[in-house]
């Protein structure tokens, strides 16, 4: 139940009427100061930094060192501005790669359109390699804009929407690499992509199904990666031993991926296997070609479960299953953050979606 005007904290009270005030007046109008304010509320002059506080990270002021602090564009005024989605270049909607961000942008897209706001795109680079920076596209960026940011790519523009500040809601597609970039993503809503559970769920399903020796398809090198991490939680929670010998380390090319599945599969008498979990598509379809040129049939000797989906998968000769999560889901929510305008970090969970094919 909302609370009543009483039961809030003083501050948010506060922030609430200078909201309304404030957003009544024409933009770059200079406001009281804070202590002008708190000695008209009558409460101390941190309440009322408090207060200004929020309004300057919902994007209603800007605070000039040694001018004071003066009003932006008021809520309608604010509705009309466009939200932006960044991408490192054009470039990226011709590879299967770049399937999430081109996902999570086709999401964003259309809760653009079911909400009646303009969604425009924030092309980054001057081509698709990570510092190779539109420093004048940034430049010109507008304070206090509104931004969608899809994966630690493109923490090269990090520095300026901080010194911007914008809005931003991020799609954390990397929670090991949180740690190393806390800094620079702080402030932004965020949308976790929990990986670790996301194995997890994919080693039960496959233990539903009755397999109980699963080989984890990777491309984590450390140990404590969420992949790996994952991997052992759910082997734990089915009541299943950890085998080192069925977790098999490859990278995405496929190719690759056939070659060394080929490798494990000749040790299979040693190393018994009957169900595979690929972190990626494309070791998915590698580890099917391996096993059809082994001439071992899929589902019925082995399971084969991709820990992401793509259009790939389906078009594959034997369509595999996939669990993944939704990233047009995600695209959609990372906008909805963005309009609901909230001065404190939002972070929300990306859902995961199952699309059980022809491989269990």
Same mark, same amino acid.
């Given at each position: 139940?909302?609370?009543?005007?009483?039961?809030?904290?003083?501050?948010?009270?506060?922030?609430?009427?200078?909201?309304?005030?404030?957003?009544?007046?024409?933009?770059?109008?200079?406001?009281?100061?804070?202590?002008?304010?708190?000695? /008209?509320?009558?409460?101390?002059?941190?309440?009322?930094?408090?207060?200004?506080?929020?309004?300057?990270?919902?994007?209603?002021?800007?605070?000039?060192?040694?001018?004071?602090?003066?009003?932006? *564009?008021?809520?309608?005024?604010?509705?009309?501005?466009?939200?932006?989605?960044?991408?490192?270049?054009?470039?990226?909607?011709?590879?299967?790669?770049?399937?999430?961000?081109?996902?999570?942008?086709?999401?964003?897209?259309?809760?653009?359109?079911?909400?009646?706001?303009?969604?425009?795109?924030?092309?980054?680079?001057?081509?698709?390699t990570?510092?190779?920076?539109? /420093?004048?596209?940034?430049?010109?960026?507008?304070?206090?804009? /509104?931004v969608?940011?899809?994966?630690?790519?493109?923490?090269?523009?990090?520095?300026w929407?901080?010194?911007?500040?914008?809005? +931003?809601?991020? *799609?954390?597609?990397?929670?090991?690499?949180?740690?190393?970039?806390?800094?620079?993503?702080?402030?932004?809503?965020?949308?976790?992509?929990?990986?670790?559970?996301?194995?997890?769920?994919? +080693?039960?399903?496959?233990?539903?199904?009755?397999?109980?020796?699963?080989?984890?398809?990777?491309?984590? +090198?450390?140990?404590?990666?969420?992949?790996?991490?994952?991997?052992?939680?759910?082997?734990?929670?089915?009541?299943l031993?950890?085998?080192?010998?069925?977790?098999?380390?490859?990278?995405?090319?496929?190719?690759?991926?056939?070659?060394?599945?080929?490798?494990?599969?000749?040790?299979?008498?040693?190393?018994?296997?009957?169900a595979?979990?690929?972190?990626?598509y494309?070791?998915? +379809?590698?580890?099917?070609?391996?096993?059809?040129r082994?001439?071992?049939?899929?589902?019925?000797?082995?399971?084969?479960?991709a820990?992401?989906?793509?259009?790939?998968?389906? /078009?594959?000769? *034997?369509?595999?299953?996939?669990?993944?999560?939704?990233?047009?889901?995600?695209?959609?929510?990372?906008?909805?953050?963005?309009?609901?305008?909230?001065?404190?970090?939002?972070?929300?969970?990306?859902?995961?979606v199952?699309?059980?094919?022809c491989?269990?």
């Open positions: 139940m909302p609370k009543s005007a009483a039961e809030q904290p003083l501050h948010r009270r506060i922030r609430e009427i200078l909201e309304v005030e404030f957003a009544a007046l024409p933009a770059n109008t200079r406001v009281p100061a804070a202590r002008a304010l708190a000695e /008209r509320f009558g409460v101390s002059y941190m309440t009322v930094t408090r207060a200004l506080n929020d309004l300057e990270n919902k994007g209603l002021l800007e605070r000039v060192r040694g001018s004071g602090s003066f009003t932006r *564009l008021n809520t309608a005024e604010r509705g009309k501005q466009p939200i932006y989605f960044a991408l490192p270049s054009t470039v990226i909607f011709r590879y299967p790669v770049t399937f999430f961000s081109v996902t999570a942008y086709g999401g964003a897209l259309q809760e653009a359109r079911d909400s009646g706001v303009k969604l425009e795109m924030l092309i980054t680079g001057r081509s698709n990570q510092n190779d920076l539109d /420093r004048e596209v940034l430049d010109n960026l507008a304070p206090y804009s /509104r969608i940011v899809a994966g630690y790519w493109f923490y090269p523009i990090f520095p929407l901080q010194r911007k500040h914008c809005r +931003v809601s991020f *799609l954390d597609n990397q929670d090991e690499a949180e740690p190393e970039f806390a800094r620079s993503i702080t402030g932004f809503h965020k949308l976790r992509l929990a990986r670790t559970e996301l194995v997890a769920q994919g +080693v039960k399903l496959l233990y539903a199904a009755g397999r109980r020796h699963i080989l984890l398809l990777h491309s984590g +090198v450390r140990y404590d990666v969420p992949w790996r991490r994952g991997y052992r939680a759910g082997l734990a929670a089915c009541g031993e950890y085998n080192p010998n069925i977790e098999l380390f490859t990278n995405r090319d496929q190719e690759m991926v056939m070659d060394e599945m080929a490798i494990s599969i000749l040790s299979r008498r040693r190393h018994f296997f009957d595979i979990l690929a972190v990626s494309v070791q998915a +379809v590698g580890a099917y070609q391996a096993l059809r082994a001439q071992l049939t899929v589902p019925k000797d082995v399971s084969i479960l820990l992401e989906d793509n259009p790939a998968l389906e /078009r594959n000769p *034997l369509p595999l299953s996939a669990i993944g999560f939704d990233y047009e889901m995600a695209g959609r929510m990372a906008l909805r953050q963005l309009l609901a305008d909230s001065p404190e970090p939002l972070v929300e969970t990306v859902p995961v199952e699309n059980f094919r491989s269990i």
